[in-house]
């Protein structure tokens, strides 16, 4: 932790964040007092509904910015999902691409997952299925027609 001049007043553990008053908690306590996009708990926006890609792979990216490697959990309808089969490591770039299991199930310092978080067995003219290899969280379409409640993954 730093003063106003910048120096050096406290040093946080390696699992530990700082905190307002100069203390030191646990990350994700830490996360949630800066209130900005970097936390532990999340929640997605039901995708719309777009006929013409109705059903398609649904999915979100996560990143690690912590300095330890971190475990996912994803659930949805109050259900835990297994992540295993639906969190990836993108590797690669273009025609080249590849989605890689994460190493012991964990997402490492730095990087980004691709959670495929839903699909439709079907859709509309334009639909895009998860790649292959890759199991979805929910084999559905989770978008809702005209006005109503739906239900977020978290």
């Known amino acids: 932790m ?3 001049h910048g120096d050096v007043i406290a040093t946080c553990a390696e ?5 307002d008053g100069g203390v030191c908690v646990d990350p994700c306590t830490s996360a949630a007092a800066e209130e900005s996009s970097v936390g532990c708990d999340f929640f997605t926006l039901v995708p719309p ?8 792979c649904f999915a979100v990216l ?16 109050g259900q835990s999902l ?13 025609a080249g691409l590849t989605y890689q299991p ?21 859709g509309g003219v334009n639909y895009v299925g998860c790649p292959a290899g890759v199991t979805p969280g929910v084999t559905l379409d989770t978008a809702i027609d005209g006005t109503g409640l739906g ?4």
Do not use: H
Not at 15 to 19: L, R
Not at 86 to 93: K, L, S
Not at 151 to 154: K, N, S
């Open 2 to 4: 730093l003063d106003c």
């Open 15 to 19: 699992n530990e964040g700082c905190s």
């Open 49 to 56: 509904p777009e006929s013409s890609t109705r059903g398609s």
């Open 62 to 77: 996560v990143t690690n910015t912590w300095q330890v490697p971190v475990t996912l959990d994803v659930t949805y309808r």
């Open 82 to 94: 297994a992540v295993d089969g639906m969190a990836r490591r993108p590797v690669g770039n273009g």
């Open 102 to 122: 994460l190493a012991s199930g964990a997402l490492g310092v730095g990087e980004v997952a691709v959670v495929f978080l839903a699909q439709s067995v079907s």
């Open 151 to 154: 239900d977020a993954f978290r």
